[in-house]
């Protein structure tokens, strides 16, 4: 595999994703896990997502994570505060809702093992529709520095 960019597999993968979660009126774009050194109890997953017909993040697993969590960061006064979101993330219809850094994401804690940049990962995220129907996405996300379309 060492023929291909990581832009090109980035590329194929989000091609893949697109393919795979739009069937569900939820689209996931852009997903990457930042890397995880030895010894290293957490990290974060970032993604652009857009339900069709809105939607909740409520729930996301990895096998590489003991817990894996939607998570808010935002300034308290001078203060960085990181916190679980409670009752889900809401992706309001054809709204593009984008995890980053700084911001929402997903938290994979008590990590298993470290994530070497250019391996992948795979994550479940789990949504739950204004009808209460849940639905699974299962994603392999490449773990990276950066987002993909930011590295030089």
Request: glycine residues 8%.
């Amino acid at each position: 595999m060492q023929f291909f960019s990581s832009l090109s597999l980035a590329t194929l993968l989000c091609a893949t994703l697109a393919a795979t979660v739009h069937a569900q009126s939820v689209d996931v774009q852009d997903a990457w896990v930042r890397v995880a050194v030895p010894g290293q109890k957490a990290t974060g997953a970032f993604m652009k997502i857009t339900a069709k017909d809105g939607s909740r993040l409520v729930a996301a697993s990895s096998p590489v994570a003991g817990v894996t969590e939607v998570h808010e960061m935002k300034m308290d006064g001078n203060i960085m505060k990181m916190r679980a979101v409670e009752g889900g993330l809401e992706l309001p219809a054809g709204k593009t809702v984008e995890l980053k850094p700084g911001g929402f994401h997903v938290m994979l804690l008590d990590l298993k093992a470290a994530l070497p940049k250019d391996t992948t990962i795979p994550l479940t995220l789990v949504f739950k529709d204004a009808k209460g129907a849940e639905s699974k996405v299962e994603l392999k996300v490449p773990v990276a520095t950066a987002p993909a379309m930011h590295k030089h």
